[in-house]
């Protein structure tokens, strides 16, 4: 069964897809990264965010490119990316590579967005779409968190692959807040359009 979503392509009740086998794939990348982090074999915990970096371009990449958009992917997808993050800086934060400050403004906003979970059901109201913004601080966070444990590692790239890093945590860190913000504006929004006698 295919559902037609207008501007966003047809999304399917596939299961069995690439997409959706490469969001499981990054899922079990997790115990790699801590596994490895937890024997200070930092060069494979970052080899494990870089893999799951790629794959979440890929699986993107590939849905769209050859419409293979399913309900389960747009609900994998965004699963894998927000537990590979709280996982990546929670790992991060506990071998003491990046400040439990990070940790606390991603977890907070994570707490923002799903303070809108009760409305949304409340209501009936359909999730909204994944904004550009979330893409790009999604990008910057996966891209981010390699780039500061390598920076850790002894090399001539230390300096550099730090000052990327933390480049890039910082513009994450402000577009997923700005991402979490637009998110609880469409859900204000969704609500405000039903009506006074259906928000009662």
Request: hydrophobic share 55%.
């Amino acid at each position: 069964m295919t559902t037609d979503t207008g501007g966003l392509g047809t999304v399917s009740n596939r299961v069995l897809t690439v997409p959706n086998a490469l969001s499981v794939f990054r899922l079990c990348l997790l115990p790699v990264f801590l596994w490895s982090a937890a024997r200070g074999d930092l060069a494979w915990a970052g080899l494990a965010l870089v893999v799951s970096g790629v794959s979440d371009f890929l699986d993107g990449y590939i849905a769209r490119r050859y419409g293979l958009i399913t309900r389960l992917g747009q609900l994998l997808d965004p699963i894998s990316d927000r537990l590979f993050i709280a996982t990546t800086v929670i790992g991060l934060a506990w071998f003491d590579l990046i400040p439990w400050w990070l940790v606390a403004t991603l977890v907070l906003r994570d707490f923002l967005v799903g303070a809108m979970l009760p409305v949304v059901r409340r209501h009936h109201l359909p999730i909204p779409p994944v904004h550009f913004v979330g893409k790009a601080a999604t990008f910057n966070l996966l891209g981010a968190f390699p780039l500061i444990l390598f920076g850790h590692l002894d090399g001539w790239w230390s300096i550099l692959s730090l000052a990327t890093g933390w480049a890039m945590a910082w513009w994450g860190i402000v577009l997923y807040w700005v991402s979490g913000l637009i998110y609880a504006w469409q859900v204000k929004d969704m609500v405000r359009q039903l009506g006074p006698e259906v928000r009662a």
